[in-house]
């Protein structure tokens, strides 16, 4: 893989894997020490449908930077000028397809810490790590796309 997309690559995944499972550490960490997160005094139905809400905000902004602030971005693509800053431009593009990802997670760190339960924090950031796979699939495809663009600037 070339030195750009390799860079691309490992920013995209860093961040898309990174925070899921730092913030799945810190929660098994909090879980299983004296530090453990109090469980709310709210019902099941209540925790659960708290669950699905935070699970569908995740997948929306998941959705949004993927699909809507992706190709926003890729539309001021052609105004960067040189093809050296090209590769920083996509780092910070496939950056934020990262984040998106990551959301559920954050999400789910608020729920624990909130009292929702390890186990439902644990699905929303699972959701996270779900997400990161289906970009990390999409990645090459999505360079091959960046590359034609290259050849037009460059």
Excluded at 29 to 54: C, N, Q, Y
Excluded at 115 to 134: E, I, K, N, T, Y
């Amino acid at each position: 893989m070339e030195n750009g997309k390799r860079r691309v690559f490992a920013r995209m995944c860093l961040i898309a894997w990174g925070i899921p499972v730092a913030l799945l550490a810190f929660m098994a960490v909090m879980e299983f020490t004296p530090w453990k997160a109090e469980r709310a005094h709210v019902s099941r139905i209540a925790l659960d449908l708290a669950t699905a809400g935070l699970a569908g905000a995740g997948l929306a902004v998941w959705a949004f930077f993927t699909f809507y602030l992706y190709r926003r971005l890729w539309k001021v693509f052609p105004h960067v000028g040189r093809s050296e800053k090209a590769w920083t431009y996509a780092e910070g593009v496939f950056g934020l397809q990262g984040v998106g990802a990551s959301m559920s997670s954050v999400l789910g760190i608020f729920l624990y810490l909130f009292g929702g339960g390890f186990g439902r924090a644990v699905l929303l950031a699972s959701l996270s790590l779900v997400l990161a796979g289906v970009e990390t699939v999409r990645f090459p495809v999505r360079v091959e796309a960046v590359e034609d663009l290259l050849k037009d600037v460059g």
